[in-house]
């Protein structure tokens, strides 16, 4: 099905280091979300993005919503070990709830 | 709040049985619960979607004879696996909609041998 183009795919970073991912898509969409999967589990809901230009903090997690509603990035500043993980994008448009994903970040904390 | 659970956690069962995976919403009611699969390094795959007092809506692809949905109450909805074959092996994920937003339960890690 459509998917988001999510980039980059995988991050080897240092602890303590600042990490930026994105996703772009094609069609315009009014909501894009974040969410992180940890193994063996379910994506767990990090920041939800609802206008263009909005510009969303949560802790050290920051998102901002593109302003021609097309793309989206998430900044995790000091990164620290547990934010490994997988981190996904999502996107919606308004005409239903379905949620459109990107094939995620994967990143890795170098000891 | 938004606590979404799964149960079983994980299954192995025998080709041609059938596995039943539950999904409640703990704090919360939701009339519409998704269910996902998620193969192993891949993002996440709509099967259907579940509304409460009615018929599931599948994704173009998904058997609905061989996925059961039912959604028999504001907090439960269940997926059956019917005649599992071993490329039904997967990791099956839920969620539920609460304030607008998907919340996802922990997720059943199916095995079919």
């Known amino acids: 099905g459509q998917q988001l183009n999510q980039s980059p795919q995988s991050m080897f970073i240092q602890e303590g280091e600042d990490v930026s991912m994105n996703c772009t898509s094609s069609s315009i969409f009014n909501t894009w979300l974040w969410y992180k999967q940890d193994p063996g589990e379910g994506p767990v809901l990090l920041i939800a993005?609802?206008?263009a230009g909005e510009l969303t903090s949560n802790g050290r997690l920051t998102a901002q919503f593109g302003i021609t509603r097309k793309d989206s990035f998430l900044n995790i500043s000091a990164s620290i070990p547990s934010d490994v993980g997988i981190y996904f994008c999502?996107?919606?448009?308004?005409?239903?709830?379905?949620?459109?994903w990107g094939a995620g970040t994967k990143l890795i904390i170098k000891p | 709040g938004a606590v979404v659970s799964q149960h079983p956690s994980w299954v192995i069962c025998k080709s041609g049985t059938s596995v039943k995976i539950e999904c409640r919403s703990l704090?919360?009611?939701?009339?519409?619960m998704f269910w996902y699969r998620q193969f192993p390094k891949q993002s996440l795959m709509l099967m259907a979607t579940s509304n409460e007092g009615s018929k599931a809506t599948y994704e173009q692809g998904v058997e609905k004879d061989k996925f059961l949905i039912n959604h028999a109450s504001l907090t439960l909805s269940t997926l059956t696996v019917t005649s599992a074959h071993p490329e039904d092996s997967s990791f099956y994920i839920c969620?539920?909609?609460?304030?607008?937003?998907?919340?996802f339960g922990p997720g059943t890690r199916l095995t079919v041998t």
């Open positions: 704090d919360f009611q939701a009339t519409t």
């Open positions: 999502a996107g919606r448009e308004d005409s239903n709830y379905q949620l459109i």
């Open positions: 993005l609802y206008k």
């Open positions: 969620s539920a909609r609460a304030g607008g937003e998907q919340y």
